[in-house]
């Protein structure tokens, strides 16, 4: 089947900023995501982007798409304490049943 | 604006117990409903999802079954728990025809 991998641990100090790191095989994604998971909680979208674009910005966040590598990742800019939480990349074609996500990259910021 | 509620939110269970998870959708309409299993460290398994009621596809042969009754409610069983049933379970909606998914807050299903 298709993967998406991504690193299981990232560790950064308040204030940096985190760049997490997707990676996924299936050429015909056509939407890909970044969803945010807390301790103990569901999962949070926080952003998507189509396959048609090169990058997202939203806030703190900025997305980046590389389809032709096909990489994603995730930037958190001025990192708090607060974006500790479990980061899961995801793809899928649009359609019902094919979403599929990664293993997810636990962020972990150190004050 | 829509919300999606999970119960219940922890639960303890024997081995060989029955099982019913609950999920419920607010403020929307023919939702595409699914039901995820995260194990501990691990991604996210798809194991059933739903396009409207009585219609459910299964993504994995396993010992828990789902049910959709109403619209907006998805249900998840067990007639016999295992100890591997044991994880995080996730119910998640989207509109049909775009596949962005929102989650519940999870239950969390300890088998002993």
């Known amino acids: 089947g298709e993967d998406v991998e991504q690193s299981l641990f990232l560790s950064v100090r308040e204030g940096d900023s985190s760049v997490i790191n997707c990676t996924y095989t299936d050429s015909s994604s056509t939407y890909l995501y970044w969803y945010k998971q807390e301790p103990g909680a569901g999962l949070q979208l926080l952003t998507y982007?189509?396959?048609?674009?090169d990058m997202k910005q939203d806030q703190r966040l900025t997305v980046l798409l590389n389809k032709k590598d096909k990489h994603l990742s995730l930037r958190i800019a001025d990192t708090q304490t607060g974006d500790s939480a479990i980061y899961f990349c995801?793809?899928?074609?649009?359609?019902?049943?094919?979403?599929?996500f990664g293993a997810g990259t636990r962020l972990t910021v150190k004050p | 604006s829509q919300t999606i509620h999970q119960w219940p939110a922890t639960l303890v269970q024997p081995v060989g117990s029955p099982l019913s998870l609950e999920c419920t959708v607010e403020g929307t309409s023919n939702p595409n409903l699914y039901w995820y299993r995260q194990a501990a460290g691990r991604g996210l398994q798809l194991l059933f999802y739903s396009v409207g009621i009585g219609q459910i596809s299964s993504e994995v042969p396993q010992n828990l079954s789902a049910s959709r009754p109403q619209d907006r409610q998805f249900i998840l069983s067990s007639k016999k728990l295992l100890l591997s049933d044991s994880g995080f379970y996730l119910c998640?909606?989207?509109?049909?025809?775009?596949?962005?998914?929102?989650f519940g807050p999870g239950t969390r299903l300890l088998v002993l």
């Open positions: 998640a909606w989207s509109r049909g025809g775009v596949e962005t998914q929102y």
């Open positions: 982007i189509f396959s048609n674009m």
């Open positions: 995801a793809e899928s074609k649009g359609n019902n049943n094919d979403m599929r």
